[in-house]
């Protein structure tokens, strides 16, 4: 519930800055201007991609019921010694996804979408679910999968 309060006030106040923001185009500014659709930032081609013989955390790093977003990959703990990994660009326009909240839920900044602790997406607009994306841990590091 308190949760659910918080995303809604972010919600709103992302909503109400876009509109701030995209309503000072017709000035011309081309700043402004990315900020109304999907800017550089969010764009998942300048984003790099994980490197297989770099961890890209530690399994303590992974908190149970949570987890965290390291450049393009979610990591996540749903229960303790369970870590699982997905892409973390959003499957509606590419953004990276939040790390997931205190209720497990993980959601896309940029338009507001949804998705569980186990990648399925669960509002959208993004109609697909997070893609899978595979890991080797050795130790207590976790790697990208060599494939
Ligand atoms: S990019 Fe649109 S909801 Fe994520």
Request: net charge negative; with cysteine; proline share 7%.
């Amino acid at each position: 519930m308190h949760n659910d309060k918080r995303r809604e006030t972010a919600r709103a106040v992302l909503s109400s800055r876009r509109s701030l923001l995209c309503g000072a185009v017709g000035i011309g500014t081309a700043g402004v201007l990315a900020a109304c659709g999907t800017t550089q930032d969010d764009n998942p081609t300048e984003q790099q991609e994980p490197d297989p013989n770099e961890p890209l955390a530690r399994t303590s790093d992974v908190p149970t019921g949570g987890g965290i977003v390291v450049g393009t990959v979610v990591l996540v703990q749903p229960t303790e010694g369970d870590i699982a990994a997905y892409d973390a660009r959003c499957t509606h326009q590419g953004t990276i996804v939040q790390a997931p909240d205190d209720d497990g839920v993980i959601v896309c900044p940029n338009h507001l979408s949804e998705y569980d602790i186990s990648g399925q997406v669960t509002q959208g607009p993004a109609e697909e679910d997070l893609a899978p994306f595979a890991i080797r841990i050795d130790g207590e590091d976790i790697y990208p999968a060599d494939d």
